[in-house]
């Protein structure tokens, strides 16, 4: 038997392959399949079932690619409803896998359908569990996301308080914990960066598991939820009902464009310019009204929590080389209408004597300077509780998360400073305002790491101003 963990950072996303003499699983596999099919292949195995532990919202699974290609069926758990072929399993059915088996452990209130995994060796003894977004390392899954008829995100929690006592919290301590997810998800609040644990272990350090009762858990569970990004419920929708294949998606973006081309379909289809070099690269020069999120970012959740529309067409300006993969990263989280690339990048466009476009980046200590001679207004756009954390005195809070919230507040003819944690988020939030027509707006290099070494006067959590 063999289990690996493929973990995907920039979605902290982990998808499953196991495998057990000449038949293999898979659990919760990303859109990009072939790297599952090619692993089979090498191993000499055929892929058996692909397991889905609920219909994920933070991104789009490639079970149904996944399916077509290796024939395996799909398997939810009870209650779910798809739009395609799956076989939706009973409670407590079982599944051989070589000389394992995987027994369906039906746990809802994540969602309705969520399921977890039960993996048991040639044995029969309980080696592992794949948790989905039941159970993570350090929280459980938020029960916001998928609430029916009447149900309240409380009676969610309170199925999902009874779904892991019932059905988790009863098997061996040595059990090995596997959840579809690590710190960086917007699925839970309080993820380890740990991926994987016992569950004894979780039974002593995590919060919610230590809950002395129902109703201190579903007032803890509750508590301090963020909205969900606007992108979730489309996701799940996605996987509800099925996709293109992603060389499909592949045909229709890698579509290389001279800037005349590029520019010409732009105006045509009313696309987005979507530019993903690194934020201070993009600052010293950028095609006009184009929006930088960084590939080497938290790109694919960025864009779906910013860009509202899945079907809206994008045009790419990437490093060279990095066109197919930030068409793969988009379609992960379900944006595959890519219509294009510019051929040569930002340096053909430069070449070929177009129009471009900057934003003022300062340093700290340059920001620093500027506002003990004027009153500046400066924009925050960390998490709220980052902000809450620690922050300057005079600055607002703007997290970038609902910028389309609270972009019509700004005041196209003032000037605005913007910093998040380190540069990556004030240059994306930077790039949408100057987009949207503000065209005083500045970046402020190193973000708060490196405003909080400028001796401006801070608020910390303990509400008392410093200086250091």
Same mark, same amino acid.
């Given at each position: ?62 079970h149904v690619e996944l399916s077509d290609r290796s024939g395996a069926p799909i398997v939810y758990g009870p209650t779910a409803v798809t739009g395609f072929a799956a076989?939706?399993?009973? !409670? &407590?059915?079982?599944?051989? =896998? ?5 027994? *369906?452990?039906?746990? /809802?209130? %994540?969602?309705?359908? #969520? ?46 308080? !009874? &779904?892991?006592?019932?059905? =988790? ?5 040595? *059990?090995?914990?596997? /959840?579809? %997810?690590?710190?960086? #998800? ?93 934020p201070q690269v993009f600052a010293a020069g950028f095609i006009p009204r184009s929006i930088n999120i960084g590939l080497n970012g938290q790109f694919a959740p960025w ?166």
């Open positions: 038997m063999k289990i690996e963990q493929i973990y995907t950072g920039c979605l902290a996303e982990a998808a499953y392959y196991i495998t057990s003499g000449k038949e293999a699983a898979i659990i919760d596999p990303l859109r990009e399949v072939d790297p599952y099919l090619e692993k089979a292949r090498k191993d000499g195995v055929e892929i058996k079932y692909i397991f889905e532990t609920h219909f994920h919202a933070d991104f789009v699974s490639g076989h939706i399993a009973a !409670d &407590s059915e079982v599944f051989r =896998i070589g000389d394992c088996t995987i027994e *369906v452990l039906h746990t /809802p209130g %994540h969602t309705p359908e #969520s399921t977890t995994y039960l993996l048991r060796d040639a044995q029969g003894r309980p080696h592992c569990i794949f948790t989905g977004d039941t159970l993570f390392i350090g929280d459980v899954g938020r029960p916001d996301l998928a609430q029916q008829g009447e149900l309240t995100e409380k009676d969610m929690a309170g199925n999902l308080y !009874d &779904s892991l006592h019932a059905k =988790i919290l009863s098997l061996p301590d040595d *059990v090995i914990v596997y /959840p579809a %997810h690590g710190a960086g #998800s917007a699925c839970g609040k309080n993820m380890s960066k740990e991926t994987f644990d016992t569950l004894g272990n979780q039974k002593k350090v995590n919060y919610a598991l230590r809950a002395e009762s129902r109703e201190q858990f579903i007032r803890e569970v509750t508590e301090g939820i963020l909205p969900p990004p606007q992108y979730f419920a489309k996701n799940a929708s996605i996987n509800k009902t099925g996709y293109d294949s992603l060389q499909d998606v592949f045909a229709k973006g890698l579509q290389p464009l001279n800037p005349a081309d590029f520019e010409q379909r732009a105006n045509a289809v009313g696309a987005l310019v979507l530019d993903t070099r690194d864009v779906g929590a910013l860009i509202t529309d899945l079907r809206q067409p994008l045009l790419l300006v990437t490093d060279e080389g990095r066109e197919e993969e930030t068409i793969t990263r988009l379609a992960r989280v379900g944006y595959d209408n890519t219509v294009g690339y510019l051929e040569g990048g930002f340096a053909a466009w430069v070449v070929a004597g177009k129009q471009t476009d900057a934003i003022e980046s300062v340093s700290a200590e340059a920001f620093a300077g500027r506002s003990v001679s004027e009153e500046l207004l400066a924009l925050d756009v960390r998490k709220p509780g980052e902000y809450d954390a620690s922050h300057l005195d005079f600055t607002q809070s703007r997290p970038l998360d609902y910028l389309n919230d609270w972009m019509p507040e700004i005041d196209k003819r003032k000037t605005y400073y913007i910093h998040c944690a380190g540069g990556y988020r004030s240059m994306i939030a930077a790039s949408i305002l100057r987009s949207r027509g503000v065209e005083n707006v500045i970046d402020v290099a190193g973000g708060y790491a490196a405003l909080k070494n400028t001796g401006l006067p801070r608020v910390e959590a303990s509400c008392q101003a410093t200086g250091s």
